[in-house]
Nanobody, 125 residues
Framework: QVQLVESGGGLVQAGDSLRLSCTFS????????MGWFRQAPGKERELVAA????????YYADSVKGRFTMSRDNAKNTMYLQMNSLKVEDTAVYYC??????????????????WGQGTQVTVSS
């Protein structure tokens, strides 16, 4: 069974940086397309960034493009989300997710098979 564990969240000020990590276990990490989602109070869970199984392609939501960078290290079974120039509106619970069925970027939330428990990111003004 696949397990995903996020870490790296916290309370920061606007303009600061954070790096989230997601550790994958239970299957072959390099077989999975991965995504970072976030959910703010009262809002739907949204895709923030996604990456192919080999890291060859990435996707970013317009709201984070140019500020966030997603990467993965298949040798370490870990993926990352480097978040720079954080804004108050980035405040949310951030989740990593794994999709076993996609050979490319997976945009559809409902097609991700496994989810982490989430890590809170709070950005104060």
């Amino acid at each position: 069974q696949v397990q995903l564990v996020e870490s790296g969240g916290g309370l920061v000020q606007a303009g600061d940086s954070l790096r989230l990590s997601c550790t994958f276990s239970g299957r072959t990490f390099s077989s999975y397309a991965m995504g970072w989602f976030r959910q703010a109070p009262g809002k739907e869970r949204e895709l923030v960034a996604a990456i192919t199984w080999n890291g060859g392609r990435t996707y970013y939501a317009d709201s984070v493009k140019g500020r966030f960078t997603m990467s993965r290290d298949n040798a370490k079974n870990t993926m990352y989300l480097q978040m720079n120039s954080l804004k108050v509106e980035d405040t949310a619970v951030y989740y990593c997710a794994a999709d076993r069925g996609s050979a490319t970027i997976q945009y559809r939330r409902e097609l991700y098979d496994y989810w982490g428990q989430g890590t809170q990111v709070t950005v104060s003004s």
